[in-house]
Every structure is written in C-alpha cells, then in structure tokens.
C-alpha cells in the first residue's frame, strides 16, 4: 500500500461511536481497515504515519462556498484546506460565473465584486458550467485546484442572462430559455441550481418561475439551493413558501444558511424545525446548512430596496446619487423595512465594515455605521463593491438548528475583504472545538457526521463521506482535545489550531500543519461524472 496510518481514533461519519484502527490507502482509495483486537497482521506500507490516537475522519464538505476565483487564482487555499475541507460547493447564493454570454460576465463580476473581488486576476475564459469546471480541472499549468468543488447553477445569473435586471414576469421564450440554460448547467456537471431571493435579478422570480426551473432540476437528480426571500421579518413564511415550491415540482430542497436572525426571531428556531419535521415526516426531501456563528456576512448593495437596483449596477449608482431617490432608499430602509435586508428596518449600528474594493476607503474597515448619509457615500464611491458583517443573530437559535437531523455544515465564507467573517477561516474547527468539546451541543462523532456523510449523501456521491474501503482516501487527523479554530473577528485570517494533516485522494495536502504543494482538487460533477 502506499500509505498506512496507524492507531488512529477513527471517527467513520456513521455518529456511531469511534474506533481505534489501521488504515491503509493504495492509489487515492481506503484499501484495508484493521480495527485495533481484529487479530493477524497488521497491514504495511511504503509509508507508515503513527497517528498516536488523532482523530481519523472523512474530510469535510462545505456545503456553502464562495470560492468561485479563490480556486482559480490561489494554488495555497489554505482558508479551507487547513480547516480539512477537501470538497467546497460553489455557484451559490444564485450569482456566480456560468453560465453566462459577455454581457451577462460583464454584469455578474460587477454585481458581486464584494464577494470574489473584480476577477482582474482571472482569465476568464469560459462561458459555460461544463467550461468553468474544465477550467478548475486544468487550472495552474493542468495540476487542478487547492480542494475538490461541485457546482450550482446560480439562477440569478441565469435570470439576468435571459431576462435581464427587469423586475418582471418572465416571457414564454425567456422562461423557456432558462429551462435549457439550467438543463444544459446540469448535464455538464452541475449538482444543482441555487437562488438568491433577496439578491437581484433573482428575486424578481415569482414561484410559478422557480418552481418550473426546480421541475428541470429534479428530472436531472439534482437539488434545490435557495437563499430564500428573508431571514428576518417573514422568515418562517419564506421557509414555508420554499418547502411548499419544491415539494410541487417534486425537488429535493436544501436551505442555504438556515438561520432566524433579527430581533423578530429571537427564540423562534423551534418553530421552523417543528415546519421541518412536519414535511420531512411527510416524505419531503429536506436539507441544511449552517455556520456556527451568530452575524451574517454580504455585500452593503444587498441590503438596499431591490427596485433600486432594477437595470443593473449602473442604473442603481445613479439612483443613488439623485437625492430625490436616495431618500427614497432610505426611507424604504429605515422606516418600511426593505426587501434587501428581510423585511426590518435598518439599525445601523449592527452593520459592520468588513471589506472594501477601492485601497482608498480601508479606513472604514472595522467600523460600524452611523447612518444612511455615510452609507450611501461609501456604496457611491466603492462602486458598489463594500462588504459587511452584520450582527443580528442569536445563539440559542445556532444551536437549536445544528441539532436537527438534517443539519450540514457551511461556512459561507466570502473570502474578500481586509476584515472578513471568521467563519472563512474557522467554521469546522469551530464545530469540533467549541461546539462539540466545549459546549457538548453535538458529541464529536455526531459533528464528524454532519461535517462529512451528510452533506455527501445531499449530493450524491457514492464514495465519500465514510472512512470505509473502497471509498476515497480524502480524511482528516485532528486532535479532539486542541483542535479550534483559530480565527477571531479581529484577526479573522489565522489559521485553526490541531488539525496536522489532510488528505485528498490520498495525497497530502496539508502536512504536519503546514501546507504542502499538492493540487489535488478537481471538480466534482453531478450524475456520477466526477473524474
């Protein structure tokens, strides 16, 4: 065999209880689990790694990433590959980079500037899903990429490619167009389609719309990914109305980030899992992510009224600097309570900058807002491009919600920005180290499981997410009684603590805590076509 890791605390994804065993690798694959008593010989290798009673586990999967160019322009990755993620799903939030003509490029770089950056550093030269996960294939000279991605057809993108920014009712032709550009995304690898519902142009989809797309995706054994229309006022009511959507066109449904943030929501995660368990009871085929934190992270733009933002980027940087519109916006945000941030009015004081576009404007970075004026000044002069925390959640709530028995993990990490969300750097080791160790909110074999062989099973891949042979040798040591995550609000780019080594296809990716020059990451597409 190549490699055997001995006396390892192995921690299978099942969340039955840990075993100690050898486990042997040959050519990226388990090949041999020896549980510690079985008796007979040990198995040999070329390499021998004594894990002295580390934690073994599958690697993790990020359900939730935005690490669309990351992957492309950062051979190091190490935001992700040094927590043990070995699989990130991109595409997310309904915007991303594929499918698109140029105009439709042109648009989506600048409309999520805050997320990815401007992709002046990137080549981009595809067009289609099947193209950009052939780009990650042969990224950086034909090695591949940092960690494996899978990827969601985001469908405000393909709204804005075949509609446009018009906050309309799509055309016969036009919905028919879409249809084929999801169906077209799917057959060439995608694992999905995504929306953002409080994010334009994708908000301007009605249900019968979404419904007809989520019917494309479910003939093609894929799942449903929607940011829904509101985690504040209404939360409940757009949970519900997803449910209802996919369970009519017969979709499999997992909710992005399912959180209940605002003071509306405070206590109120029992009442969306007792909706959960109810369609789940009922033969709904329901899934979800969340991070373990309690602010939100995303773009400054997206908390403005969405009909200031009909006609594109351009359109609203106007809107912006008429005064007669401007109040507008403000008054939607402070008084209604706009569509852009849930339904509740803005209480400046909860928004934090975390990242800006323009060098110039850093020293807003760290601060937190004082009022619209200030605001409105710095989305002008940033080009729309300004990131931020926002800090509305609520910790009985996080917890209630990682218990449930459909939970995964994401991180929705947003990897731009001088000051970005911890959770980038720090969403698994924080599952295992706080909330596991710490706090006993999940025991350590029932965070592995949620980490690994739930999220595998939402996408359907048949071999991975279980230490077991024959299944890909993409796992994790760690230590359960130092592992943590090293990042914190201030310094939100260090590193987690007690994670040595991860492996991917059997190759070491990080080693000994350092991070290792091997590519090992490829795309990893829907209907089995992976590799």
């Given at each position: 065999m190549d490699l055997v890791i001995r006396n390892a605390r192995v921690v299978d994804g099942t969340a039955t209880a840990s075993y100690r065993a050898d486990v042997g690798v040959t050519d990226g694959r388990i090949t041999v689990i020896h549980p510690e008593g079985r008796g007979g010989p040990r198995p040999g290798a070329r390499r021998v790694l004594e894990a002295g009673g580390l934690a073994l586990s599958p690697g993790f999967i990020d359900m939730h990433a935005h690490s669309d160019l990351a992957l492309l322009r950062d051979p190091d990755h190490s935001a992700k590959a040094a927590q043990g993620v070995t699989l990130e799903v991109l595409g997310q939030d309904g915007l991303s980079y594929a499918p698109v003509d140029d105009r439709t490029l042109a648009e989506?770089?600048?409309?999520?500037?805050?997320?990815?950056?401007?992709?002046?550093?990137?080549?981009?030269?595809?067009?289609?899903?099947?193209?950009?996960?052939?780009?990650?294939?042969?990224?950086?000279?034909?090695?591949?990429?940092?960690?494996?991605?899978?990827?969601?057809?985001?469908?405000?993108?393909?709204?804005?490619?075949?509609?446009?920014?018009?906050?309309?009712?799509?055309?016969?032709?036009?919905?028919?167009?879409?249809?084929?550009?999801?169906?077209?995304?799917?057959?060439?690898?995608?694992?999905?389609?995504?929306?953002?519902?409080?994010?334009?142009?994708?908000?301007?989809?009605?249900?019968?719309?979404?419904?007809?797309?989520?019917?494309?995706?479910?003939?093609h054994g894929g799942y449903y990914c929607p940011h829904h229309r509101s985690y504040g006022a209404g939360a409940l009511e757009a949970y519900e109305e997803m449910v209802g959507l996919t369970r009519a066109a017969g979709c499999a449904l997992h909710l992005a980030h399912a959180t209940m943030n605002f003071g509306v929501n405070e206590g109120r995660a029992p009442e969306l899992l007792a909706l959960l368990d109810e369609a789940l009871d009922a033969g709904a085929d329901i899934s979800l992510d969340t991070y373990p934190y309690t602010p939100g992270c995303t773009t400054l733009v997206a908390l403005l009224p969405s009909w200031a933002s009909e006609g594109g980027p351009e359109a609203f940087l106007a809107r912006l600097q008429d005064d007669g519109t401007a109040e507008r916006i403000r008054h939607h945000l402070e008084v209604i309570g706009s569509d852009g941030c849930h339904g509740v009015p803005m209480e400046w004081d909860t928004i934090e900058i975390s990242g800006v576009s323009d060098p110039v404007l850093a020293g807003h970075v760290g601060r937190r807002l004082d009022g619209w004026a200030t605001a409105r000044r710095l989305l002008v002069e940033d080009q729309l491009g300004t990131t931020i925390l926002q800090h509305v959640g609520h910790e009985e709530n996080v917890r209630a919600i990682m218990r449930h028995r459909v939970h995964t993990g994401g991180s929705d990490g947003i990897l731009q920005g001088d000051k970005p969300h911890p959770r980038a750097y720090g969403t698994f080791p924080q599952y295992l180290g706080r909330y596991a160790r710490e706090l006993g909110v999940l025991s350590l074999e029932e965070a592995v499981a949620h980490l690994t062989s739930r999220p595998a099973a939402r996408l359907r891949l048949p071999d991975r997410g279980y230490v077991r042979e024959g299944y890909r040798a993409d796992l994790v040591l760690f230590d359960p009684d130092t592992v943590a995550a090293g990042s914190t609000y201030d310094a939100p780019r260090t590193l987690p603590a007690g994670i040595p080594h991860v492996l991917i296809d059997g190759r070491f990716v990080i080693e000994d805590g350092k991070r290792t020059d091997v590519l090992a990451g490829r795309s990893v597409r829907g209907g089995r076509r992976d590799r």
């Open positions: 989506v770089r600048r409309a999520i500037t805050g997320w990815n950056g401007d992709g002046s550093d990137v080549d981009f030269d595809w067009r289609t899903v099947g193209e950009y996960l052939d780009r990650l294939d042969r990224n950086f000279g034909g090695r591949g990429i940092a960690v494996n991605a899978a990827y969601l057809v985001p469908q405000g993108t393909v709204r804005m490619y075949a509609v446009g920014w018009d906050d309309r009712p799509a055309t016969e032709d036009e919905l028919r167009r879409m249809k084929q550009l999801v169906a077209e995304g799917l057959e060439q690898g995608a694992i999905g389609m995504s929306s953002g519902l409080t994010y334009t142009p994708g908000m301007y989809a009605d249900d019968a719309e979404l419904t007809e797309l989520c019917r494309v995706v479910a003939r």
